[in-house]
C-alpha cells in the first residue's frame, strides 16, 4: 500500500476508475474526458473495464499516462469458491494481454515483486502472493536440466515496508533489479479505495510502473518502463477505505437515502407523514427531493461544500483521533487469504505456457 | 466480542461509561443519575474511573448492576513498553481489589475463560491473553507435591465463537463449568465502543458476568453470579469502533470544530474572513457559534436529529454495503498483541501471591 | 496428539497396522494374529488396509477392539494437488463407509472435535481442520429456513491440550458433549508413527473412540460408544517420529543395507573388495549376511538386544538430553496445512449430502 | 540457515566450537591445535568462549580465518525470562565487543540482515529478529530532525531462501548492499549444530562474514570485508540437528552409558548380576568398560568405524526416507520467538548509544 496514500487520499486513488469517475462527478457535460477513453464489458458476474489514458487525459485525473483494466467481482466477499476460480481465469486472461502488449515474450524472465507490510493485514496481499508463485529461476540456474519447456525464469521479491527496513522500498527494487537484470517485472500491492463497494472486489491491472514511497514529483524513485527500460505491470487491490472517506461518503448516502424515500411518498404502501417523510423535527415532501439547491435544507452549510472541501474538513476533524484509521470488513483477514490465492493462480497460469487455466491448483500452494 | 453487538449499536455500548456518558449528554441538569454512582481518579498517565449501578440506574443507563472499573491509559496506542508496565500493574491492583470483594479467597480455583475469534483480529484479544496465562490446574490434580504455596489452582479455555463451533459460547462455557467446577470464573473480550479514542486505550473490569451471544432478554445464557452461584469478573477491551459510530461522530466533531474555530476569531493571528471563518460559500461568524438552535444552519435539517435518530440514519445507509464494516487503526496487529501481553501480566499477578508486580515477564510468555 | 505417547513409545505406536506389524515382526510362522483380521487394496497410488481387532487380538497387539481404516498416500509429501484431491476422494469413502457401520442416518448431529496444540505445529492438524469443517448446528437452532435438505447439524470444538489448558481434555470433552448432546462425535489428532515413512502419508479411521491424555486402564477418561453410549469415529494422522525411533530403526536399517549390498556382491557391476564389502576394518562377505546369528559380528551385542529392549536403551540415553525431541521432516509447516485441507475437504463430504465430491472446495476455506 | 548445510553435514558443522572440538576428538594429544586458539570463561549460568583461528588453523578445522564467541546459556530452554535478560546483556557486551575490534564506530551506518526462511519454524529466527530491530534509516533521510544523538543509521532486510525467492541470497545481498552503501552489516541466521544440547542454547559471533547457499570455493557468494571491503558480521544460533546427527550420536551415548553402568558396578546399592551388567544375552563386567578396543564387543563391526564413516553410513542408510528429516524440541515454536526476543534487545543496545542494557524493553516489540 502506498505509504503516502494517507497524505492526500482527499485528492487522489489508487484506481484509475476513480479517478475519472471523480473527475466526471463535477462535470456537466456527459462526453468524456479529453485524454481518457473508457470501454466497458459486463458478464454475468464480472465487469470489466478499460481505461486508457494519455498525456492529456493523465494531467485531468491525475494519473500517469497508459492503460488501466479493471475486473470487478464479488467472488471475494461471497466467499464462493467456483466464482473465484472463473475471476481468476479472468485475470490470468486480461494479465496475459497485458504482457502481449507490453511485448513479453514467452521466454522472457520475470521478477515478481510482492509490495506492502506482511504484518498489517489488509497490507499484507503483496508478501502473501509471493508465497504462492510459481519460482523458477534457481532452477534454470542450477539444475538446467531439471527445467521442462513451457516455463519461463521466475522469480520473486518481498522488498517490506520503509517504516520497517528503513529503506526506500523502491530504492530496494532498484538495486535488486539492477543486480537480478529481469526482462520485466510484475508488482503486486494492496491499494486505498474511496468506495467501501470496490474493496475486496476490484482488481487493476495497468501497465503504468510502481511507485512505492513516492511523493510529489520524485522521478528517481518511480519503477517503470521509462526509469529501468523494461515493461513494469502492476497489479493492485483495494483493500481498505479510510475513515475519511467513510465519514465524508456516509453524507452522500444520507442525501440519496432521502431522495429515494421521498420518490417513493405516493406508492400506496408507504406509511409517512402524508405526503412526505418525518426528518428530525420537519417533515420533508417531494420538493425537497436533494438536487443540488436543496442541499442546504438538508444538510445545512455542510451540503453546500464541494467534494473537496468536505473530505479536507473530514480530515481535519478525525486527524487527531489517530491519522491511521482504516475501515475494512469484519472478515479481511479470510478474504486477503483468498484474493492472494486467486491472484497467485492467475499469475502463475500468465507467467508459464504449462501451467495452463485447467492444471491452476497443482502449481499453486 | 458480543456476537449481536452490531445489531443494536445505536442503542448499546459495552463500556459502562459510555452508557452513562450517553444518558448524561441527552440530559439538561448536571447531577448524576438516579442509581448510578460515579468517581473518578487521575494519576499522570492514566485515569481510573468506578461506575456502581443500582437495579434503577441499571435500567437508567442499560448495564446490569454492579461495578464497573474502567483504566484509561495511552499506554498500547504510543508503544511505551514502561507505561505498559505502569498500566499492568494498576490493572492488577484493580483486579485484586475486584476480586476481594467479590470474596474470592486466595485458594479459590478459577476458569478463565478467553471470548473472540483468533482468527479475526481485532476480537482475538481473548485468545491470545489464554496462550500467556499460567495455568495449574493440572498440576495439582497430577503432581500436587510439584505446586508451592503462593499459586492457586488456574485453568483456562478458549470456546470459539458461534459462526465457527456453530455452538452458542454461552452453552458451551455452563458445560465446561458444570465438569470443572470453578470456583470463579475471569472472563477476557475485545468489545466495541462508541469513540475511537478508547479503542486499544481503554480496560474495562466489572463484576456482573457476561452474556455471549446474548440477545434480548435471554437470561438462560447468562454466566454470571445469579445464574451460577459463582462470581463472574468480566475485563473487556474496545478494539473496534463500527462504520456507523465513526460516520455518525464525525459530524458532531465538524461542529465542535466550527465552534472551536469560531472562537478564535477575534483572535490578532487568525488571518480569516474579517471577523468570520469562510465556510462553503457563507461567512461564519462569532454569533453561528454552533449551540443546539445553530445546528441546522451548519448541518442542515440533519444538525436538528437527535444523537439516536442519527445513528439509525446511518445504519440505514451504510448497511446495504456490508454489514460487517469495522474502523480500527491501522497498526491493531501490534496493539492486540501488546494488549494481550499487559493482561496476561496483570491476570498472573493477580491471580498467584507468588506472582508479584516484580516477576511479572518471569512468568508470562 | 497424545500427552502420554512419549511415555510408554517403546510398547506402543498409534497405528494399528503398526502395532500388527510390530507383533508380526517377533514371530516366527507367518499366519495371521489370533483375532486380528487384515485385508488391503492397492491402487495405483494409494494402499487401503483394514485391520479388524477382536477382544482376543486386543490384547495380542496393545490395541482396542473395533475396526481401523488407513490409507497410505504420498500425495501430501509429493506436494501434488491432484492426488491430495484423490486422497480426499478415498477418504471420504472410507469415512461413509464406517459412519455408515456406526449406525450413523443422514440426520444425526455430529460434534467434530480438533485435538492437539495450535502453537506446536506438528501438533495443530486437529484445530487447523477444525478452522475448515462447515459447520450448521448454529442455522438449525437459530435460522432454521435457511437450511436447505441434504445438511446435517454439525458443531466444532478446539479444546485444547492439558498442558495449556490446565484440564484434562477428555474431561472437557465429556462437558462439552454433555450440554450438546450430538448424536455421534468425530474426533481430529496428529498422531506419533514408528516409521518416519508413515509420517504425513498415513491416514488412520478407526471406530473405537479416543483417549486423549489417556494413562493405564484409566476408562473414566475414555471418550467412546462404551462411555457414552454414541459412535465415537478418530481420524488420525502420523506426524512425527520421536528421536528414540529414529536412532532404533537406524540400526536396523544399517543391518537392512549391508544385507542389500552383500546380496549385490556377485554382479558384475559392483566395483569392490573381491567377493566383500568393506566395512571398517572387516571385509564382509555373503556368509556375513545378516540373519539373526550374524547381527552380532555387524552390531556387536547391540544387535542382540531384542526391539523393546533396544527402544528402551535409546530411551535412557536420550532423555537427559531433552525428552521432547521429536523428528519431522523440514517441510512440516506446508504438510500440515495441506492435510487439514484434505481432511477438511474428506469430512465435510462425508458429513453433508449436498456437499458431494464435486464441490469440495466451495465449502471448504 | 545455510541451504547447503544438509549435503556435506558429515563434514562440516555451523559453530566453530564443535568444529574444534571434532578434531580434538580425533587426536591424542592434548594441546591445542596448531592456529587455533581458545579461551573460556565460566559465569553461574553462562559459558562464552572465544575461538580464534588463522590461516593454518583455518585449513585444520575447515572454519574461515576470524574470530568465534559463543554463548553457552540454558535461558530459552528453561523458559526463564530473568536469566534471558542477563544473556541478552552478555550478548550485548561481546556484540558491542566484536564491533569494536571491527573499527565501527558509532556513527557507522549498518545494514542488518535476518537470513532464513519465515515459514519453516526453525528457520525463521532472523526474519523474526528483523521484526524487531530498531530501524532508524529512514528518520535520518526524511526526518533528521526528528533523531537524537546517540542513534545511529539502522535498516534490516529479509532476503528470503533461494527455494522460494528463486534468487541466490548472496546475490540479493550484493544488490542491496550496492545500492544502500552501508559501512557494515550484521546477518542473524539460523544454524544446524551437530550437538542436541547445544541447540536453542548456543549463540555464536563472528566476524568471518556469511556464506548464504555457499558450496565449495565459491568466493564470489561470500560477504565478507574481503570480498565488500565493510565489516560483516555473523550472529548464529543453532535451532537443529540433522536426523544423521541423532542417530550417530545414539551410538556414542549408548557407549558412554554402559561404561557409566559399569562404573558403578561395585556400588553396594547397585541390584545387577552379580559383578556385572545384564546386556542383551550376555553379562558385561568392568573388563569390558568400552574402550577403543572393546567397542567392537559392545557396537559389533559398526563400533570400529571412524565418526566419519558412522554418519556417511547413517546419511546413507537414511537418505531414502526423506533427505529433510530435522530434530527438534517440541516447544520449538515458542524457543524461537523468545531466542529473537533475546537477540533483537541485545543487537538494538549494541547499535544505538542510547539504548542502554536497562531501557531495553522499551525499543524492542
Same mark, same amino acid.
Given at each position: 500500500?502506498?505509504?503516502? +496514500?494517507?497524505?492526500?487520499?482527499?485528492?487522489?486513488?489508487?484506481?484509475?476508475?476513480?479517478?475519472?469517475?471523480?473527475?466526471?462527478?463535477?462535470?456537466?457535460?456527459?462526453?468524456?474526458?479529453? =485524454?481518457?477513453?473508457? $470501454?466497458?464489458?459486463?458478464?454475468?458476474?464480472?465487469?470489466?473495464?478499460?481505461?486508457?489514458?494519455?498525456?492529456?487525459?493523465?494531467?485531468?485525473?491525475?494519473?500517469?499516462?497508459?492503460?488501466?483494466?479493471?475486473?470487478? $467481482?464479488?467472488?471475494?466477499?461471497?466467499?464462493?469458491?467456483?466464482?473465484?476460480?472463473?475471476?481468476?481465469?479472468?485475470?490470468?486472461?486480461?494479465?496475459?494481454?497485458?504482457?502481449?502488449?507490453?511485448?513479453?515474450?514467452?521466454?522472457?524472465?520475470?521478477?515478481?515483486?510482492?509490495?506492502?507490510?506482511?504484518?498489517? &493485514?489488509?497490507?499484507?496481499?503483496?508478501?502473501?502472493?509471493?508465497?504462492?508463485?510459481?519460482? +523458477?529461476?534457481?532452477?534454470?540456474?542450477?539444475?538446467?536440466?531439471?527445467?521442462?519447456? =513451457?516455463?519461463?525464469?521466475?522469480?520473486?521479491?518481498?522488498?517490506?515496508?520503509? =517504516?520497517?527496513?528503513?529503506?526506500? &522500498?523502491?530504492?530496494?527494487?532498484?538495486?535488486?533489479?539492477?543486480?537480478?537484470?529481469?526482462?520485466?517485472?510484475?508488482?503486486?500491492?494492496?491499494?486505498?479505495?474511496?468506495?467501501?463497494?470496490?474493496?475486496?472486489?476490484?482488481?487493476?491491472? $495497468?501497465? +503504468?510502473?510502481?511507485?512505492?514511497?513516492?511523493?510529489?514529483?520524485? &522521478?528517481? *524513485?518511480?519503477?517503470?518502463?521509462?526509469?529501468?527500460?523494461?515493461?513494469?505491470?502492476?497489479?493492485?487491490?483495494?483493500?481498505?477505505?479510510?475513515?475519511? +472517506?467513510?465519514? $465524508?461518503?456516509?453524507?452522500?448516502?444520507?442525501?440519496?437515502?432521502?431522495?429515494?424515500?421521498?420518490?417513493?411518498?405516493?406508492?400506496?404502501?408507504?406509511?409517512?407523514?402524508?405526503?412526505?417523510?418525518?426528518?428530525?423535527? *420537519?417533515?420533508?415532501?417531494?420538493?425537497?427531493?436533494?438536487?443540488?439547491?436543496?442541499?442546504?435544507?438538508?444538510?445545512?452549510?455542510? =451540503?453546500?461544500?464541494?467534494?473537496?472541501?468536505?473530505?479536507?474538513?473530514?480530515?481535519?476533524?478525525?486527524?487527531?483521533?489517530?491519522?491511521?484509521?482504516?475501515?475494512?470488513?469484519?472478515?479481511?483477514?479470510?478474504?486477503?487469504?483468498?484474493?492472494?490465492?486467486?491472484?497467485?493462480?492467475?499469475?502463475?497460469?500468465?507467467?508459464?505456457?504449462?501451467?495452463?487455466?485447467?492444471?491452476?491448483?497443482?502449481?499453486?500452494?
Amino acid at each position: 500500500m502506498n505509504e503516502n +496514500t494517507k497524505k492526500d487520499m482527499n485528492v487522489r486513488t489508487d484506481l484509475a476508475t476513480e479517478a475519472r469517475e471523480m473527475v466526471n462527478q463535477s462535470r456537466t457535460a456527459e462526453k468524456e474526458i479529453e =485524454g481518457v477513453s473508457y $470501454s466497458e464489458k459486463k458478464e454475468e458476474s464480472f465487469t470489466v473495464s478499460k481505461v486508457i489514458v494519455d498525456e492529456i487525459g493523465a494531467e485531468k485525473i491525475g494519473k500517469k499516462p497508459g492503460t488501466y483494466r479493471t475486473i470487478y $467481482s464479488d467472488a471475494i466477499k461471497k466467499q464462493d469458491t467456483k466464482l473465484q476460480q472463473q475471476t481468476a481465469r479472468v485475470l490470468a486472461k486480461e494479465l496475459s494481454q497485458i504482457m502481449n502488449e507490453c511485448g513479453i515474450d514467452s521466454n522472457a524472465s520475470g521478477l515478481i515483486v510482492g509490495l506492502g507490510n506482511r504484518n498489517v &493485514t489488509p497490507d499484507a496481499l503483496g508478501p502473501i502472493v509471493m508465497d504462492k508463485i510459481l519460482v +523458477t529461476n534457481h532452477l534454470f540456474v542450477h539444475e538446467p536440466s531439471y527445467v521442462k519447456d =513451457g516455463y519461463r525464469r521466475v522469480s520473486t521479491i518481498v522488498p517490506g515496508v520503509m =517504516g520497517v527496513t528503513g529503506i526506500e &522500498t523502491s530504492e530496494l527494487i532498484h538495486g535488486i533489479i539492477k543486480e537480478i537484470k529481469p526482462d520485466f517485472v510484475i508488482a503486486i500491492d494492496a491499494l486505498a479505495s474511496r468506495s467501501i463497494e470496490r474493496v475486496n472486489a476490484t482488481i487493476q491491472l $495497468s501497465d +503504468t510502473g510502481i511507485h512505492p514511497g513516492s511523493g510529489v514529483g520524485n &522521478t528517481r *524513485k518511480e519503477i517503470s518502463q521509462e526509469t529501468l527500460g523494461i515493461p513494469v505491470i502492476a497489479i493492485g487491490v483495494p483493500t481498505v477505505v479510510d475513515a475519511v +472517506t467513510i465519514a $465524508s461518503d456516509a453524507m452522500d448516502y444520507v442525501l440519496k437515502h432521502i431522495g429515494r424515500e421521498l420518490e417513493e411518498i405516493d406508492r400506496p404502501s408507504k406509511a409517512l407523514a402524508p405526503g412526505g417523510m418525518v426528518f428530525g423535527k *420537519k417533515v420533508l415532501t417531494k420538493k425537497d427531493m436533494p438536487t443540488k439547491d436543496r442541499q442546504e435544507t438538508i444538510l445545512g452549510m455542510f =451540503g453546500t461544500l464541494k467534494e473537496t472541501e468536505k473530505r479536507a474538513l473530514m480530515q481535519e476533524v478525525l486527524t487527531p483521533l489517530g491519522h491511521n484509521l482504516m475501515v475494512t470488513p469484519k472478515e479481511i483477514d479470510g478474504y486477503i487469504k483468498d484474493m492472494a490465492h486467486l491472484i497467485a493462480e492467475a499469475t502463475n497460469a500468465s507467467l508459464h505456457e504449462n501451467v495452463t487455466l485447467d492444471n491452476f491448483g497443482s502449481y499453486t500452494r
